[in-house]
């Protein structure tokens, strides 16, 4: 079976199969190629890269938009490709190498995964050449893009970590918004750094810019309206918190929105995010 790169644009392409667990894309200007995340699986991402070469263009960034294993464990298939990160990336893969993803973490979770255990004991973690702050703009060398305005643009925004950035791409319209938007789904943020305050503007910048099409971290492309969605339940669910910190609660009394149905294999993720959404607002 061919590899599912879809044409979404005249110059985009996203990988959304859920088999895969985590999104990607590629944009296509007209001397190279820029890429948006590796997938999670070496051998998928060695598949993806595989895929992109037959438009026989080079492959000249990889951008990460965040550190979270489903979006590095697939960049050694990236290998002798630039990366691009936020400045934020390299403490925050130092801190995870260092624990749960040493060596030895890791080859223990590929004992303990039978369905992992062929790639992920072999993990290397590869670090950006090319960190930015708060937003960077790519641009292609040729006349040809530069004339067409085919600027690629960086958003660095935080919230669903503190290097969480997201890709646009205005001149087709299309907003590579990695995981700042889960669709269909309850947004994952257990992260310690996670910021719900700067998750809300992040969405808030996205839904101001002229958008046809959101290309999440995980779920199917949508337009705005599934971001308006996750933008309401985000400040509903601050001002659950809120009201209940005020009024003396713990987080197991409070009365969160329902916006996502309910699946118990993701019980877990969910009671994790609460949590960090419930500390970062009783911190402040």
Known sequence: MDFPLH?????????????YFTNAGAIVLADFIFVIDP?????????FRKTLEKLNKPLQYIFVTHYHGDHV?????????????????????NRRVQTDWSKDSLLKRANEDPQDSSWLANVTFHYPQITF????????????????????QIFHTGGHSSCSSFVYFPSDKILFAADLLFTYQFPYGGDPNCNLDEWINALKLMLSMDVKQFVPGHGKIVGKEEVEKQLNFFCETKEVIIAGLNQ????????FPEYYPFHSENQELKTRSLNQWFQYYQNK
């Open 248 to 255: 003396g609660l713990k987080m197991e009394e409070l009365n």
């Open 39 to 47: 997938l999670y699986n070496i051998s998928h991402a060695e598949q």
């Open 7 to 19: 044409k979404i644009s005249q110059h985009c392409y996203a990988v959304t199969e859920e088999e």
């Open 133 to 152: 702050k708060d937003k960077m703009s790519i641009w292609g060398d040729s006349e040809i893009t530069s004339q067409n305005n085919q600027e690629i």
């Open 73 to 93: 464990f697939g960049l050694p298939a990236f290998s002798g490709i630039p990366i691009i990160t936020h400045q934020n990336f390299i403490g925050n893969l």
